[in-house]
């Protein structure tokens, strides 16, 4: 685990989220740090979105504090840091009019504005993003006559090209083909290991869980810190998680 800095990318503390009545996340608090690679998981319904939703000041809590890189989320500005991947992004229209370049280049908009012009630094920006996700050579093609897994690194492509200190993930298999998930975990480890940047994903699959991973953040209302996965992950704890019988299943990136 590599903790660069003191001060957390995100620090969540007793926070808790009520909707119509109902509890969705209880009580929930959590730190992640700069260089981590981290995954959050839990069943469908569980309060992970919304988790995420409150840390990107999409969801206001009904009670506690969140920090972003030391500031209060009511008074942080520099969103570009933050690259994020919501649910289904990857799932376009075949008829959507855009190109996988299009696409990228939305991801300067943060930076420049939507109607000021792109500059050479903007353009080297998706370019970079681009090679790192390996699509150069579909940059002209329309993004809905994709596979699920090139239009998936198309997304992550788009969240990389502001150069974020962090990347979040919601559900980013959805669509994707066992060969393409396998590709995507290896291009994580390397944004991780190489460009440092924190990647942070969230998942209802319990079978995705990769050797690379520092820490496990379990969330089903409220969050449980595992700071070694491939310890603490039994088969008892996934079944309380989840509330059915559970086998986990290890994924060894090197097994062919």
Same mark, same amino acid.
């Given at each position: ?74 008074? &942080?500005?520099?969103? @570009?840091?933050?690259?994020? %991947?919501?649910?289904?992004?990857? *799932?376009?229209?075949? /008829?959507?009019? +855009? ?101 942070? &994903?969230?998942?209802? @699959?319990?079978?995705?869980? %990769?050797?690379?991973?520092?820490? *496990?953040?379990?969330? /089903?209302?409220? +969050? ?33």
């Amino acid at each position: 685990m590599r903790l660069k800095f003191k001060v957390p990318i995100f620090s969540v503390q007793n926070l808790s989220f009520n909707a119509r009545g109902q509890n969705i996340l209880s009580n929930i608090s959590l730190d992640i740090f700069s260089g981590e690679y981290i995954a959050i998981i839990g069943p469908n319904g569980g309060g992970k979105t919304t988790l995420i939703r409150m840390l990107l000041g999409l969801e206001k809590p009904t009670s506690g504090k969140i920090r972003l890189f030391g500031k209060k989320l009511s008074s &942080f500005k520099e969103w @570009d840091k933050i690259g994020y %991947v919501p649910q289904r992004a990857s *799932l376009v229209d075949a /008829n959507f009019p +855009a190109t996988v370049l299009d696409i990228v280049n939305m991801g300067r908009t943060s930076k420049r504005g939507v109607f000021s012009r792109m500059t050479g630094e903007d353009k080297d920006a998706v370019n970079d993003a681009m090679t790192k996700m390996d699509i150069v050579d579909l940059k002209d093609k329309m993004v809905g006559t994709l596979s699920g897994g090139q239009r998936q690194r198309v997304m992550i492509a788009r969240a990389l090209a502001s150069n974020p200190k962090i990347l979040i993930l919601d559900e980013p298999n959805t669509g994707v083909d066992m060969v393409s998930q396998k590709r995507f975990y290896e291009l994580l480890s390397k944004l991780n290991t190489e460009e440092n940047i924190t990647i942070v &994903f969230i998942t209802h @699959d319990i079978g995705v869980i %990769v050797d690379d991973i520092g820490r *496990l953040f379990t969330i /089903n209302q409220k +969050a449980v810190t595992c700071n070694n996965p491939k310890e603490a992950l039994s088969c008892d704890e996934m079944s309380e998680l989840y509330g059915t019988h559970a086998h986990l299943i290890h994924n060894h990136k090197h097994e062919h």
